[in-house]
């Protein structure tokens, strides 16, 4: 009984990931167990390796192998702009598009009167007192255009009014995007922001 | 960048396992990161003990932690009847039915032309040699109604002809199907094998 009990506990593990449930965590168990060697073993090795590894950057939050993350240390970025994102997943998404040569701060969540997350759950504190010492000009709200997402924007916009260009991530048809598809709060933000050709 | 690059290896691995891609490999692997010592590490040494503790039974194939499994083992289970079964997979879902009190016998697959799968490749002679010394009286043979599955099946019944009883799995309805939305073949199989009520 011992190893189908193995067997069933990795399952669900497994199936507590996001995107899985019992019935695909099964499959993926049963073909990493077919694929010991190639599979099982060196995702076990890796996820060790990934454990012992990572830690949030003092300065911004994002993932990296020191106090300090990549972004941080390099020379390249410009010092001067800040891009505020909620999640670390954010930060990714925005060095997918590398247009932005900046420097990011990873709030880690956003503010929620129902789940009991004030400022001082969040990176904010940390993020007002980066301003002055880093010489930050522009702080870019790049937060996620849900009520909570907006409700942090405009809680960090509050506290560093006057003391920096403030700017948020354009809204409007998203590239590709079909009209037919879209929702009226998206069209009625690219109408307002239309632009003259 | 090696922890970036880390997190990277474990995403790209992540992402072979069937059901998932590179998104929700991605979601995934934030989300272990984020719950590291209540996932991440579990999970690890989970996959560990699998892989170093799971082994094939040597008479059926099924997966157990000895080289016989439960099944085989157990003295419950009826001696006559062997169920015929492509993958583990397959005797997992018979055992989840909880209504088969005998043994499996798990091929590893379908005879394939195309990808050059023959019987030696599959665990169709171990099947054969089971018969006598087990005193098999009926197989079961409980394979996938695909063509390869079928093509197996077919085989199989001309190898024990005259030796065992030879049974397959109903086809029909299944419970809880609408007839709008099952395939022709289906309803025809059904209606073909309809019985009085």
């Known amino acids: 009984m011992s190893s189908t009990g193995?067997?069933?506990?990795?399952?669900?593990?497994?199936?507590?990931?996001?995107?899985?449930?019992?019935?695909?965590?099964?499959?993926?168990?049963?073909?990493m167990i077919r694929k010991r060697a190639l599979l099982l073993t060196p995702l076990a090795d890796?996820?060790?390796?990934?454990?012992?590894?990572?830690?949030?950057?003092?300065?911004?939050?994002?993932?990296?192998?020191?106090?300090?993350?990549?972004?941080?240390?390099?020379?390249?970025?410009?010092?001067?702009?800040?891009?505020?994102?909620?999640?670390v997943a954010d930060l990714w998404a925005m060095e997918r598009s590398g247009v932005f040569r900046g420097r990011y701060h990873v709030l880690g969540g956003t503010l929620s009167a129902l789940d009991a997350i004030g400022p001082e759950e969040l990176r904010i504190p940390r993020l007002l007192d980066r301003i002055a010492p880093e010489g930050i000009t522009e702080v870019i709200l790049a937060l996620n255009a849900t009520v909570d997402g907006?409700?942090?924007?405009?809680?960090?916009?509050?506290?560093?009014?006057g003391r920096v260009m403030l700017t948020s991530l354009a809204q409007g048809v998203p590239i590709g995007g079909e009209l037919d598809?879209?929702?009226?709060?998206?069209?009625?933000?690219?109408?307002?922001?239309?632009?003259?050709l």
Request: net charge negative; charged share 25%; with cysteine.
């Open 181 to 196: 598809y879209l929702d009226d709060g998206t069209i009625t933000a690219a109408l307002r922001a239309r632009k003259q």
């Open 46 to 87: 890796q996820m060790h390796r990934v454990a012992a590894s990572v830690r949030e950057c003092a300065t911004c939050g994002n993932l990296g192998s020191t106090d300090r993350c990549d972004i941080c240390l390099s020379e390249k970025r410009a010092n001067g702009e800040l891009c505020v994102v909620e999640d």
């Open 150 to 161: 907006q409700t942090t924007a405009h809680y960090i916009a509050d506290q560093l009014e």
């Open 6 to 31: 193995d067997i069933q506990a990795l399952i669900d593990m497994m199936a507590r990931l996001p995107g899985l449930g019992p019935r695909s965590a099964r499959r993926a168990v049963l073909h």
